[in-house]
T-cell receptor, first 113, second 116 residues
Framework: KNQVEQSPQSLIILEGKNCTLQCNYTVSPFSNLRWYKQDTGRGPVSLTI?????NTKSNGRYTATLDADTKQSSLHITASQLSDSASYIC????????????FGAGTRLFVKA | DAGVIQSPRHEVTEMGQEVTLRCKPISGHNSLFWYRQTMMRGLELLIY????????DSGMPEDRFSAKMPNASFSTLKIQPSEPRDSAVYFCASSPQMSANTGELFFGEGSRLTVL
């Protein structure tokens, strides 16, 4: 069964610190992997997308990595800010799966002053 | 550019009442999705439209749920009769492409439904 699992479930860090969120998936083969950011009370917004042949993708202070061999992805946030407090959702699209993207449960990040 | 527009943002109703949620996708996007989000189950796909045609509704939980897309700029999700377990945030999303399986999903702000 195609699954996407994220860890940790929640995380609290101090402003200015770095953090790394994990995503393990069993979807294979897959077309692409995205990380979405969802602020409280808002809809998810795409941060990064990687195809199976890409290893890393950056978007400002956000850097996503992908290891297709181990089926793992991570999202690294550098110099965290209060506005980074949100849920981060890993989403995998199976190859040939069309619309059947698979969502992880998300990691809830709290950045404290 | 306007994003995906959903209404109402919040809805509180009593069990047994009909609920209609509305969505206006981004102009030019040919794919539209309805999702439900709860703490327990995360984001679940309810139904997917492509070019206004329902392609897959296997995620619709029961016959009480129905969705329509009468034209490219409007879709509705209806629950009749509503039950307390339907309480959730319902998201509409649109995408400019699906055939290449790389289309980014553009989500609306969601409609938070509470059924008492």
């Amino acid at each position: 069964k195609n699954q996407v699992e994220q860890s940790p479930q929640s995380l609290i860090i101090l402003e200015g610190k770095n953090c790394t969120l994990q995503c393990n998936y069993t979807v294979s083969p897959f077309s692409n992997l995205r990380w979405y950011k969802q602020d409280t009370g808002r809809g998810p917004v795409s941060l990064t997308i990687m195809t199976f042949s890409e290893n890393t993708k950056s978007n400002g202070r956000y850097t996503a990595t992908l290891d297709a061999d181990t089926k793992q992805s991570s999202l690294h946030i550098t110099a965290s800010q209060l506005s980074d407090s949100a849920s981060y959702i890993c989403v995998v699209s199976p190859q040939g799966g069309g619309f059947k993207t698979i969502f992880g449960a998300g990691t809830r990040l709290f950045v404290k002053a | 550019d306007a994003g995906v527009i959903q209404s109402p943002r919040h809805e509180v109703t009593e069990m047994g009442q009909e609920v209609t949620l509305r969505c206006k996708p981004i102009s030019g996007h040919n794919s539209l999705f309805w999702y439900r989000q709860t703490m327990m189950r995360g984001l679940e796909l309810l139904i997917y439209f492509n070019n206004n045609v329902p392609i897959d509704d296997s995620g619709m939980p029961e016959d009480r749920f129905s969705a329509k897309m009468p034209n490219a700029s409007f879709s509705t999700l209806k629950i009749q009769p509503s039950e307390p377990r339907d309480s959730a945030v319902y998201f509409c999303a649109s995408s400019p492409q699906m055939s290449a399986n790389t289309g980014e999903l553009f989500f609306g702000e969601g409609s938070r439904l509470t059924v008492l």
